[in-house]
């Protein structure tokens, strides 16, 4: 298969490449600024990929000349702070513009290279439940993730007659930069669990919020 993971400089989208070149295929990255260990793996590396810039995202599916892609992840993403007695709306409204927007943007910019039977994963996280919202707080991070499923479930009908299936998934609490090495598990098996995820993707299953255990999430 032909993937293009979409922000994967460091951490899950880096794993990602890692993953899915050992299992043979061919990897497409994009990332702002390349990583040495990105351009370590040999796979094809796309770096100054704005995801807030449709414009930039256009410009690359037009450089791969509309070729097929049979997966495509978007992985882009941020996270800020903010709570009751410290609110930033400037942060909240920068989450929502790469958290929930820029997904769409991606999706959108590589339509005409996915074909029926093609799989979309979109990198949202439970924090954005709200039947699961039992702690309060991270209100931009919390907010653009609940944004991101509604666009996504929506993308699911919109592109169901297509044959492109999405994926909601949610990776875990998962050590990495962005929680500063805090979390529950490994990047390893975070990713090989969302992998696992996507080989189930079908259409019959499109528009579901997964864990990256395979269990379905409440919204």
Request: proline share 2%; net charge negative; charged share 15%.
């Given at each position: 298969?032909?993937?293009?993971?979409?922000?994967?400089?460091?951490?899950?989208?880096?794993?990602?490449?890692?993953?899915?070149?050992?299992?043979?295929?061919?990897?497409?990255?994009?990332?702002?600024?390349?990583?040495?260990?990105?351009?370590?793996?040999?796979?094809?590396?796309?770096?100054?990929?704005?995801?807030?810039?449709?414009?930039?995202?256009?410009?690359?599916?037009?450089?791969?000349?509309?070729?097929?892609?049979d997966m495509l992840i978007h992985n882009?993403?941020?996270?800020?702070?903010?709570?009751?007695?410290?609110?930033?709306?400037?942060?909240?409204?920068?989450?929502?513009?790469?958290?929930?927007?820029?997904?769409?943007?991606?999706?959108?910019?590589?339509?005409?290279?996915?074909?029926?039977?093609?799989?979309?994963?979109?990198?949202?996280?439970?924090?954005?439940?709200?039947?699961?919202?039992?702690?309060?707080?991270?209100?931009?991070?919390?907010?653009?993730?609940?944004?991101?499923?509604?666009?996504?479930?929506?993308?699911?009908m919109d592109l169901e007659p297509s044959?492109?299936?999405?994926?909601?998934?949610?990776?875990?609490?998962?050590?990495?930069?962005?929680?500063?090495?805090?979390?529950?598990?490994?990047?390893?098996?975070?990713?090989?669990?969302?992998?696992?995820?996507?080989?189930?993707?079908?259409?019959?299953?499109?528009?579901?919020?997964?864990h990256y255990t395979g269990k379905v999430?409440?919204?």
């Open positions: 298969m032909k993937i293009l993971i979409i922000g994967a400089s460091r951490g899950i989208g880096l794993e990602l490449c890692r993953q899915y070149m050992q299992l043979g295929h061919e990897v497409v990255a994009t990332c702002r600024t390349i990583s040495s260990e990105l351009q370590a793996l040999k796979i094809t590396v796309v770096s100054g990929i704005d995801t807030v810039d449709f414009s930039s995202l256009q410009n690359l599916a037009s450089s791969l000349g509309h070729d097929t892609i882009a993403g941020i996270w800020r702070t903010e709570n009751i007695d410290s609110m930033n709306f400037e942060t909240i409204q920068e989450q929502f513009a790469v958290n929930a927007v820029a997904p769409l943007k991606s999706v959108m910019a590589f339509l005409p290279c996915l074909k029926s039977g093609a799989k979309v994963g979109l990198m949202s996280s439970r924090m954005g439940s709200i039947a699961d919202n039992t702690s309060g707080g991270r209100y931009g991070y919390r907010m653009s993730k609940c944004a991101l499923n509604m666009g996504a479930k929506s993308l699911s044959g492109i299936a999405i994926a909601i998934l949610h990776p875990g609490y998962v050590r990495t930069d962005m929680t500063e090495g805090n979390g529950d598990i490994n990047v390893d098996e975070s990713v090989r669990g969302m992998i696992e995820c996507m080989d189930i993707l079908e259409m019959q299953n499109t528009g579901q919020f997964w999430l409440p919204w």
